[in-house]
């Protein structure tokens, strides 16, 4: 009994490894609030410490990380993150919106000369790193990945899917996914983020793109070993209006688990994710106005 007693407790400890350390923060507004740092569980309201939070996060079969993607403390989160959730259980992918399938054959060859030893003279070019994501951003994480024994997949669209989207709009299956209520939010992020400068002819192809994309992701991650982690943008990843919608269109059962990467005075309720951590933020851009003055 002394021994069965000694094994649970051993097992016990194995299980509650503590996390690594928390990186420190590098966005320069908001560090005075109050809320910075907090992470709460929507539905409960309760704040989790960042140890419950991997507690919980561990449990899903999949995660889905929403991020703001200019801002560096979120992408540092995630990396603490992937690492802290493959303390507590063998990870079994990592996804990425930043990465098109027609990148994966660079990956694996790159993944293959990583176990070498050797690494490529110039990564960007062995990637095929698209330029608009800022490999100073996304570099440590991807870096971290393609050293690690489960795979990086890619988990968007290739650039002449979006092209065949844009000129022919094609059908999208599934209840969730085609409400109207999530097509006219969507609708409306999509002209808040162009500045309401669209053409109204021009945004339903805009959307099919944003849903196809989330479509994708949900296949992506319906294919990838669990469990499995997708980091994307924190539209896509939102519970009510992205990728949680075309996973239950395509009749997934497992277990999903959403946390969102805000600044703080965010706001978010339980519809729209599970988690929510809030960081410092960005300095506040009007991206529009030279649009506007154009």
């Excluded at 990380?65 to 979120?74: A, K, L, M, Q, Y």
């Excluded at 393609?146 to 669209?157: E, G, M, T, V």
């Excluded at 497992?254 to 946390?259: I, K, N, R």
């Amino acid at each position: 009994m002394r021994v069965f007693v000694l094994a649970s407790l051993l097992l016990l400890a194995a299980c509650q490894v503590s996390p690594p350390a928390l990186p420190v923060w590098q966005s320069p507004e908001g560090l005075e609030h109050p809320q910075l740092g907090q992470i709460i569980e929507l539905r409960s309201g309760t704040r989790l410490t960042p140890a419950q939070l991997v507690e919980r996060l561990a449990r899903a079969e999949r995660v889905l990380v929403g991020e703001r993607h200019d801002n560096p403390d979120h992408h540092a989160l995630q990396l603490w993150l992937l690492r802290a959730l493959a303390a507590q259980r063998n990870q079994g992918s990592l996804l990425l919106e930043m990465l098109n399938p027609d990148q994966q054959p660079r990956i694996e060859q790159v993944r293959a000369q990583l176990a070498t030893g050797q690494a490529p003279q110039d990564m960007l070019q062995a990637l095929a790193w698209q330029r608009g994501w800022a490999w100073s951003q996304y570099g440590p994480l991807v870096q971290h990945a393609l050293r690690q024994p489960y795979p990086l997949l890619a988990a968007n669209l290739d650039r002449g899917e979006v092209l065949a989207i844009y000129s022919q709009v094609p059908d999208l299956s599934g209840a969730a996914s085609t409400a109207a209520s999530v097509r006219e939010a969507l609708l409306e992020q999509i002209r808040r983020s162009h500045c309401d400068l669209l053409p109204e002819s021009q945004l339903p192809a805009m959307l099919a793109v944003q849903q196809q994309r989330d479509r994708r992701m949900a296949e992506a991650l319906l294919a990838a070993p669990t469990p499995s982690l997708l980091v994307a943008g924190a539209f896509h990843a939102r519970r009510d209006l992205g990728v949680a919608l075309h996973l239950s269109d395509l009749g997934e059962q497992g277990a999903t688990a959403v946390l969102i990467l805000a600044e703080v005075g965010s706001e978010l309720d339980a519809a729209q994710a599970d988690y929510l951590w809030l960081t410092p933020a960005q300095p506040e851009q009007d991206y529009c106005a030279s649009l506007r003055k154009g």
